[in-house]
């Protein structure tokens, strides 16, 4: 009965943990975003340190690299799984500028999509798809419930453009790399098609 009591109370930890975790990075890094605390130009450096900072968290409470999807077993899975997602979305871009303007002129230099690229799409999939998958297993929420606040938690930091459509996309879009995500429990291919739309809707100037 001790050892029960012990198991129960080191989850019920962990639980809050996660959820003051959720709370703090995942729903108050979009707000002081929108009231300029954190400056726009900084944004996606403010969603690198918030997935360090959940990266460490994780580590301390015992994670291995593959619990949070840092793995190369099913790689090529991985791959396929978010093929499909990512030629619709290409598809999807294309649509948009044949009938409408681009919303932005990009001032985005190489440095930038350096950047962009190699640390701040890593970060966020790390952040939305690896960790919040195991967060969101460890609260123990139905399937379907864990998927839509998985949806809604991506669709959400998308705020900081103050367009709705927007966050109703990327809620839609989130589900399906999340989806994707559980399939293979590998990061990198929800990593490379976050990628090829973020560089493309950036750099064709749909979003800023």
Known sequence: MPNTNHTTHTTHRRQMIYLYAIVCVYLMLPVLICIGVIPWNMKFAALVVGAVAMYIVM???GHTH???GITRQRTIYSLKTVLP?????IIAAGLFLLLEKPRFSPTEGIGFYVFYI???CPAQELLFRGILSRMLQELRLHRVLELGVAAALFGYVHI???DMLTVVIMSIVGLFWYRAYQRSSNLIGV???????GVMTIALGIID
């Not at 997602?85 to 979305?89: K, P, Q, S």
């Not at 990593?191 to 739309?197: A, F, G, R």
């Open 160 to 162: 900081i453009y103050g």
């Open 66 to 68: 593959s619990d949070i």
């Open 118 to 120: 190699l640390i701040s």
């Open 59 to 61: 580590r301390i409470l």
């Open 191 to 197: 990593t490379i098609s976050h990628v090829v739309l």
């Open 85 to 89: 997602i990512t030629v619709a979305l």
